[in-house]
């Protein structure tokens, strides 16, 4: 079985741009969140999706979004990157959501994005 | 916000001795998690806890749920080579808040063969 894919794996961009990031979840697997992985902050919960809806969100300014389509594959999306966005961005899928009790995740290896 | 207190930071052992770190927060958690990372790879879960004054093992690794609901402990044993890289705890809050978790700093272990 497939694990968690994510792609690209590494990625430069510049101050001011753009940048979305991709995630194909374990087939099966509704639910995919994102997380932030930096040396100063740690890992920190950007949002989750399930059944094309957002869930959860974390504490981040809204240059920071995400979708979910059809088939449970998710983009998060950084608009107007500052430094500070330098990070590994890692997807996590689980089979569902919501129900009582914990529903494991599976990470996937993470996108490396640096911003210059 | 949450936050999870992981400690210690770093470890420099030798093969074969026992390790033990843990976490603590000022919030309860009704789920406890230790994952490790690897470099190049995301997180892989280890052990899952889910209930006050729960123990559990996998192999060479023990971990338990404080009964206060605020802390957790992770024990390896005998350290291997393997063993290496970073281990994280993490805690889910609200049993129907979806899957968001919580992650403490990290606890880096290296193993001197």
């Known amino acids: 079985k497939a694990g968690v894919t994510q792609t690209p794996r590494y990625l430069i961009k510049t101050r001011g741009q753009q940048v979305t990031l991709s995630c194909s979840p374990i087939s099966g697997h509704r639910s995919v969140s994102w997380y932030q992985q930096t040396p100063g902050q740690g890992l920190q919960f950007l949002f989750e999706y399930f059944s094309e809806t957002q869930r959860n969100k974390g504490n981040f300014p809204g240059r920071f979004s995400g979708r979910q389509f059809s088939n449970s594959r998710s983009e998060m999306n950084v608009s107007t990157l500052e430094l500070g966005d330098s990070a590994l961005y890692l997807c996590?899928?689980?089979?569902?959501?919501?129900?009582?009790?914990?529903?494991?995740?599976?990470f996937g290896p993470g996108t490396r994005l640096t911003v210059l | 916000g949450q936050q999870l207190n992981q400690s210690p930071q770093s470890m420099f052992i030798q093969e074969g001795e026992d390790v033990s770190m843990n976490c603590t927060s000022s919030?309860?958690?009704?789920?406890w998690l230790w994952y490790k990372q690897e470099p190049g790879e995301g997180p892989v879960l280890l052990i899952a806890?889910?209930?006050?004054?729960e123990l559990t093992s996998n192999g060479r690794l023990t971990a338990q749920f404080g009964i206060t609901r605020k802390d957790s402990f992770l024990n390896i044993s005998a350290s291997i080579p393997s063993d290496v890289g970073i281990y994280f705890c993490a805690g889910q809050t609200a049993r129907n808040a979806g899957n968001m978790l919580t992650f403490g700093g990290g606890t880096r272990l290296m193993v001197k063969p």
């Open positions: 996590a899928s689980s089979v569902t959501s919501g129900s009582w009790g914990y529903n494991e995740q599976f």
């Open positions: 806890l889910y209930k006050a004054g």
């Open positions: 919030s309860i958690f009704n789920t």
